[in-house]
């Protein structure tokens, strides 16, 4: 069964408002979980590490005003677009840690901006 | 945005025969490896994992091979059904990056009946 949660699993937001997007490890507690985008016929990249109880570590050209990361709590990370523009359009995915290297993914979330 | 032009490589299958799906990988500090298999409009789901320390991993109907010498990464796929009809990523974790994946281009397998 899925071990990692994300809601909504697609969002239509107006330019320049702002969209919370929640990250749910189901079976274990997860102090690291990654936020991801991917762009249509594209690979996925990492746009950040989120750490329970502390800042994300936000990978070189992602903009951590715009993608507010918070990990309050071992099972929910958030991300939110902040001022969406049309160019955010994406599919926005999560994943957290099993062990010290195998990533399991949710089912992401698609994120459209008018 | 969507970048226009750009396509996945894409490799066709008859039913029933063996997929080779193949990856280059560029970090030769990379000490861990994993295939994903992304159907669309989903996250990628694990297929199967290898350690640099090993050069060949066998799960069910699937096999990974690993040839650090060239840098190279593979995945075979046995007896191939319409259900593995989706994109399959490589990916790699550096010795220290700190559990951070970097995944490959994809390549898209459309099984033919």
């Known amino acids: 069964g899925a071990v990692v949660s994300q809601h909504p699993s697609w969002v239509i937001c107006k330019s320049g408002t702002s969209v919370k997007i929640e990250c749910r490890s189901l079976?274990?507690?997860?102090?690291?979980m990654f936020w991801y985008r991917q762009f249509p016929k594209q690979s996925l990249m990492l746009m950040a590490t989120?750490?329970?109880?502390?800042?994300?570590?936000?990978e070189q050209g992602v903009e951590k005003d715009k993608f507010l990361i918070n990990h309050a709590s071992l099972t929910l990370s958030t991300l939110t677009v902040t001022s969406a523009h049309p160019e955010d359009s994406s599919f926005y995915i999560c994943?957290?840690?099993?062990?010290?290297?195998?990533?399991?993914f949710g089912p992401g979330t698609r994120l459209t901006v008018l | 945005g969507e970048s226009v032009g750009l396509h996945l490589p894409t490799l066709s299958v008859q039913e029933g025969d063996n997929s080779i799906i193949n990856c280059a990988y560029s970090?030769?500090?990379?000490?861990?490896f994993i295939w994903y298999k992304q159907e669309s409009g989903k996250g990628p789901q694990f297929i199967i994992d290898?350690?640099?320390?090993?050069d060949k991993r066998q799960g069910q109907r699937v096999t990974v091979l690993l040839n650090k010498t060239v840098k190279h990464l593979s995945l075979q796929i046995a007896a191939t059904q319409p259900g593995d009809s989706a994109v399959y990523f490589c990916?790699?974790?550096?010795?220290?990056?700190?559990?951070?994946?970097?995944f490959g281009a994809g390549t898209q397998v459309v099984v033919t009946p």
């Open positions: 290898i350690r640099s320390n090993m």
């Open positions: 970090n030769s500090a990379s000490d861990y």
């Open positions: 990916a790699e974790k550096g010795g220290d990056s700190w559990g951070k994946l970097q």
């Open positions: 989120s750490n329970e109880g502390s800042k994300a570590t936000y």
């Open positions: 994943s957290r840690r099993r062990g010290s290297d195998t990533q399991y």
């Open positions: 079976d274990f507690q997860a102090t690291t």
